[in-house]
């Protein structure tokens, strides 16, 4: 199983960006579909999920971005409202049934003030 993030680049504050992800290869049935991201000198943080059909978000992320999916081959996080600190490479994640993860390469957004 392969996922391929792309998407992403650069944008302004207040601005848009989305990154997508398209899983290749045959999938378990997925638990967990996700997007972390990384800051450097940070540690990587949780950005959204959907676990058994909810959707959850990390609070400084609540209202200006919204994570999609199209069954555990293809998810979407729309980002709005952008802000110099959601500068980060932003990672997809999956975990399938059986506990096993998969992550993208990651891809990166960078914004300015």
């Known amino acids: 199983v392969q996922l391929q993030a792309s998407g992403g680049g650069s944008g302004q504050a207040g601005g848009s960006l989305r990154v997508s992800c398209a899983a290749s290869?045959?999938?378990?049935?997925?638990?967990?579909m996700g997007w972390y991201r990384q800051a450097p000198g940070k540690a990587r943080e949780l950005v959204a999920n959907?676990?058994?059909?909810?959707t959850q978000y990390a609070d400084s992320v609540k209202g200006r971005f919204t994570m999609s999916r199209d069954g555990a081959k293809y998810t979407e996080l729309q980002m709005n409202s952008l802000k110099p600190e959601d500068a980060a490479t932003y990672y997809c994640?999956?975990?399938?049934?059986?506990?096993?993860?998969?992550w993208g390469q990651g891809t990166q957004v960078t914004v300015s003030s």
């Open positions: 994640h999956i975990r399938d049934i059986r506990g096993v993860d998969y």
């Open positions: 959907i676990i058994h059909g909810v």
């Open positions: 290869g045959s999938i378990f049935d997925y638990i967990v």
